[in-house]
């Protein structure tokens, strides 16, 4: 796969809470941007895949592809688009794909009064088991039980992302610093999760054109290569008994990704993590091998994941503190600074990047699919 295909148009619409602008709307939006940074028209996709499910797309954008796919697999989704956007291109399906989020969350209709939102994840919700933060909390649980981990360690990861976020003027977080303090303040959500822990859901839509690195060479972006690509499963791990211990199963993904890249952990200068809780990306980076095992909050504690740690990693302020695209949160960052169009967040060494998606149980809680994408800035 290594570098036989990039990302030529990255298209990002506003980001925030009760925008005012519907799901289908924030998706034309976003195909429009990708468009233009790519300096292309909109019949020069042939290929269109949309994160998650929507029939009318083409019909409200006027698109006329040789195909078009729903997928759904969580926060694995995007990346997974990806991967198959490549292998579309490379069977020779089209020769430019689009692969397409947009979610006004806030608009989302209500049930009995509440946002409906607070998901169930299998058969566990028989016996109470309801919602996002409770099952990955149950991560946390096991890792503090492991390792020591301490709700400081986590906080140290709201800390750090939100510091990345304070200088980012399209994130959230923007302007708004936190401290550890304020981390411990925050109301407890679900043990040992406080507020601060939590990513929430925002509005927002994003479009990313990928098609062959020979064309890309001759459009007007930059072009962003990708090096390598990986899924795992944790229902593997679920089956052994060890779904706990293992925030996904990213072996898999990892040996993939890194084996079609051609590269090492070394080669790697920042990391995008699929960040729903502040356990999350501090379980990827010891799995991935980039920290010792149980080391992730003392890591993050002596700012190793800061813009001047070893591994700097959700540098925009990712789902936690940026905006929630779900795996296109760390796509977009990764591209920005891969294109050093990241501002007052520029990260002085930005040439490769790892980013994962994360998601979609398999009928159990913490099952969750992973998927592991290297983007670079050279082929």
């Given amino acids: 796969m290594r570098s036989a295909c990039a990302i030529v148009g990255l298209g990002v619409t506003a980001q925030g809470i009760g925008l005012g602008i519907g799901s289908r709307e924030l ?18 996709i042939d290929g269109y895949i949309h994160t998650y499910i929507d029939r009318e797309d083409l019909r409200y954008q006027g698109l006329a592809p040789n195909f078009s796919v729903s997928m759904m697999t969580g926060g694995a989704t995007p990346v997974f688009s990806i991967i198959t956007a490549v292998g579309a291109v490379l069977s020779g399906q089209a020769e430019m794909v689009a692969c397409v989020y947009g979610q006004a969350q806030s608009a989302r209709e209500s049930l009995g009064g509440q946002k409906i939102g607070a998901y169930s994840y299998g058969y566990p919700s028989l016996y109470g088991l309801i919602g996002a933060a409770a099952t990955h909390a149950l991560h946390a649980q096991r890792h503090m039980h492991l390792y020591g981990t301490t709700s400081k360690h986590l906080g140290a990861v709201a800390v750090t992302q939100r510091r990345y976020a304070s200088v980012r003027p399209e994130a959230i977080g923007y302007g708004k610093p936190i401290t550890l303090e304020d981390h ?36 007007r972006a930059n072009p962003v290569y990708i090096l390598g690509a990986g899924t795992g499963h944790n229902i593997a791990n679920w089956h052994k008994g060890t779904v706990f211990e293992n925030h996904d199963n990213i072996a898999p993904a990892k ?11 070394e080669d790697i200068h920042m ?13 990827q980076l010891e799995a991935y091998g980039f920290v010792p095992e149980g080391q992730g909050g003392p890591f993050y504690a002596d700012g190793g994941a800061g813009p001047d740690g070893p591994m700097p990693t959700n540098t ?25 169009q990241a501002g007052a967040g520029q990260l002085k060494r930005a040439d490769t990047a790892l980013i994962s998606g994360h998601g ?19 082929q």
């Fill in 27 to 44: 998706r034309a939006q976003a195909v429009e941007l990708a468009l233009t940074d790519a300096g292309l028209e909109p019949e020069a």
């Fill in 360 to 378: 979609m149980n398999a009928g159990v809680q913490n099952t969750w699919a992973h998927a592991t994408l290297i983007l670079g800035n050279n």
């Fill in 271 to 283: 990391t995008q993590l699929y960040d729903p809780f502040t356990i999350s990306p501090l379980m």
């Fill in 316 to 340: 925009g302020g990712g789902q936690l503190s940026a905006f929630y695209t779900t795996g296109f949160t760390g796509i977009i960052e990764a591209v920005l600074q891969l294109r050093r």
């Fill in 255 to 265: 040996a993939r990704a890194f084996g079609q890249a051609g590269m090492t952990l």
């Fill in 184 to 219: 411990q303040a925050s109301p407890m959500i679900a043990d040992p999760f406080r507020r601060l822990d939590c990513t929430r859901d925002t509005d927002g839509g994003c479009a990313v054109l990928i098609t062959t690195a020979e064309r890309a060479k001759r459009l």
